[in-house]
């Protein structure tokens, strides 16, 4: 299984970036996806999450209204499209997979993405 990110980079405040998640290995469209990020020193967060079918999307409070994600099951990827970038989206961006199976929880993730938002 694999999760490769891309589209991470250096933008300015209030700038834009769309991230991809490209999976391979998976049933991609039985797994929820989620991004995650973590900034230098601080603990991993959950950024949002959309169900396997794209029914639902659900979303951290200091995002919510500027990023949006969304996927493609037929190409087996996920994005996020991060508007009105602020200095404190500064962080490591993850892909991550999962699927629920009985009792037991499946979870992928990618190696990550870098996000600076500075000037």
């Known amino acids: 299984v694999q999760l490769v990110e891309s589209g991470g980079g250096l933008v300015q405040p209030g700038g834009s970036l769309r991230l991809s998640c490209a999976a391979s290995?998976?049933?991609?469209?039985?797994?929820?996806m989620s991004w995650y990020r973590q900034a230098s020193g601080k603990e991993r967060e959950l950024v949002a999450v959309i169900t396997s079918a794209g029914g639902s999307t659900n979303y951290a409070d200091a995002v919510k209204g500027r990023f949006t994600i969304y996927r493609d099951n037929a190409k087996k990827m996920v994005y996020l499209q991060m508007n009105s970038l602020k200095p404190e989206d500064t962080a490591v961006y993850y892909c991550?997979?999962?699927?629920?199976?009985?009792?037991?929880?499946?979870?992928?993730w990618g190696q990550g993405t870098q996000v600076t938002v500075s000037s």
């Open positions: 290995g998976l049933t991609f469209s039985t797994y929820d």
């Open positions: 991550n997979g999962l699927r629920r199976i009985g009792v037991s929880t499946v979870r992928y």
